[in-house]
């Protein structure tokens, strides 16, 4: 009998091996019950069977060896992905769904291996094994992605509801300012009060732009004319209020007139002068040139080199070059480089990087009027 005619033929006693094998794995600490152990069994072994019967081409063996996703949305891999979404429900772990498939192999496996000869079916051993290693691969993959877009929507909620109180924070803290009565003392504690939760702010819209982009949210943009030279004096103003001892030049040349958002762009470079004072040393140089259309920004520090290894992943959600000196304020959440992507590819342009002993340069490149 072939291993795909034993799977249909011996369906209950395989799902009772299976379901039994799978809690004596994790007994002390996994949530797992023996019905809902069993509420998918009968779909994934009757697909592998459905499988293991189909012509398997050189090529689709070797991407099946590798874990490559073959044929995505076909109904074998369905049914991996509502075994996923079934286990998330529930509140499986990672590891749960990993050891079902594990005890699922050995269970079939063990009771073929009683039936068959021991020299026959080797290839189709292989194929087995092939047709578990995918469902495995794609439960896998669909359970990740879905625990990821649930921590992204929980993040994006907190970061929206935070706003509201942090702006009444931010408007009581400006009405005590301006209190006369207020003793010096006060007065300076007010006001660290308001730079905190001004950081905050930042912080909160920060992780805002991050969860939405994540979701697959385009970063919402609002072109109005602007003067690049009026952003570029605002923003090194706002860092050097936070740092006082930035030394901060700018550069402006060219055109410095276009179509952009405004308020996108100054949080641009203040991320990046942010990143400047936290990281390098020495002056830093704001340059902004616009020529043929095109609008070339520039943020150049000196101090050590970027490490080569932390290139690649330098604009990603959640890394850092490397440890900042934390002057003025505390450290950020690892989202600004992040942030000024989202930014200039909202606004159809570039950012880019260069890093030698001779300082670091961030070059952002974009158009002066961008479409939309």
Not at 17 to 42: C, I, K, P, V
Not at 88 to 97: A, E, Q, R, Y
Not at 267 to 280: I, K, M, S
Request: aromatic share 6%; hydrophobic share 40%.
């Amino acid at each position: 009998m072939s291993l795909a005619d034993f799977i249909e033929s011996d369906l209950s006693g395989l799902i009772d091996d299976w379901a039994g094998y799978a809690l004596s794995l994790g007994q002390d600490d996994t949530q797992l019950t023996e019905s809902q152990l069993r509420n998918s069994a009968a779909d994934i072994l009757t697909a592998i069977a459905t499988d293991m019967r189909e012509t398997q081409s050189d090529a689709q063996q070797e991407a099946k060896s590798r874990g490559d996703k073959v044929e995505p949305n076909s109904a074998f891999n369905r049914v991996a992905r509502l075994h996923a979404e079934d286990r998330l429900s529930h509140g499986f772990s990672i590891n749960d769904v990993v050891a079902e498939f594990g005890s699922l192999r050995a269970t079939v496996l063990r009771r073929w291996g009683k039936t068959s000869s021991s020299g026959a079916a080797f290839q189709e051993m292989i194929r087995f094994n092939e047709a578990i290693d995918q469902v495995l691969a794609e439960s896998v993959r669909h359970y990740a992605q879905r625990t990821e877009r649930i921590r992204d929507l929980f993040a994006g909620v907190l970061a929206h509801d935070l706003r509201s109180p942090m702006g009444a924070m931010l408007n009581a803290a400006e009405v005590v300012l301006h209190d006369e009565g207020l003793s010096s003392a006060g007065a300076r504690a007010v006001a660290f009060v308001q730079r905190g939760a001004l950081r905050m702010k930042q912080m909160i819209d920060d992780l805002l732009i991050f969860t939405r982009t994540r979701l697959g949210d385009a970063l919402p943009v609002s072109f109005t004319a602007q003067d690049m030279g009026r952003i570029c004096r605002d923003a090194a103003d706002e860092v050097r209020a936070s740092y006082p001892n930035a030394d901060i030049e700018l550069r402006l040349a060219g055109e410095l007139r276009g179509r952009w958002d405004g308020s996108q762009l100054s949080q641009l470079l203040v991320n990046l002068l942010t990143n400047a004072v936290r990281y390098g040393t020495g002056s830093i140089v704001v340059e902004a040139a616009g020529h043929d259309g095109q609008m070339t920004l520039a943020v150049s520090n000196e101090g050590n080199p970027i490490p080569e290894r932390a290139l690649p992943t330098l604009f990603d959600p959640l890394t850092r070059a490397g440890p900042s000196d934390r002057r003025g304020t505390a450290a950020g959440m690892g989202l600004g480089l992040y942030i000024c992507r989202c930014i200039a590819s909202a606004h159809q342009g570039t950012i880019g990087v260069a890093s030698s002993e001779n300082g670091t340069r961030f070059t952002v490149c974009l158009p002066c009027s961008p479409a939309g």
